[in-house]
């Protein structure tokens, strides 16, 4: 019996140095991409083949900005790093009939996650569409500047 409780008293050791020594090799840099916290949600409107038709078909759609990839005109009416505001600003969209993909991001520019973590706090404390739309046109504002560039 003593020999049993010595034997499982030298795996423990030898698990927690060896568990020890694996955590502190491990570059802590790549563990932050795996965060939640990295993760942002861009509310998309929509994909244009062209310029003109981007502008026609979103002229009523405020707050907004755009993004040229690849010869195509992806449109966004918001961001957020809650999903649950997300969720919040989508449905100010769909009750006007305007069809909005969620879509997962990571950003990692320290200024703009300041701004958006103020914004958010922001968002979650209201219901009222105006100020939600409000605060969007400042966030896109800051992303198409610090992140589109």
Do not use: C, H, W
Not at 28 to 42: A, G, P
Not at 113 to 133: A, G, P, R, W
């Amino acid at each position: 019996m003593k020999n049993k409780l010595v034997v499982a008293t030298f795996f423990l050791i030898t698990g927690l140095v060896a568990g020890n020594n694996i955590y502190n090799k491990i570059d802590l840099d790549i563990l932050e991409t795996f965060k939640e916290e990295n993760n942002y949600y861009l509310l998309q409107e929509g994909i244009y083949d062209t310029k003109e038709s981007m502008q026609s078909e979103t002229r009523d759609i405020n707050p907004k900005i755009y993004e040229e990839k690849n010869n195509k005109y992806y449109v966004y009416v918001g961001i957020s790093s809650n999903l649950e505001n997300a969720q919040k600003i989508e449905k100010i969209y769909t009750d006007n009939g305007i069809d909005i993909t969620v879509k997962k991001i990571k950003i990692n520019d320290e200024e703009f996650i300041n701004n958006i973590t103020q914004f958010d706090i922001l968002i979650s404390n209201t219901n009222n569409t105006d100020e939600i739309l409000t605060i969007e046109e400042v966030v896109l504002s800051s992303y198409s500047k610090k992140i589109l560039g």
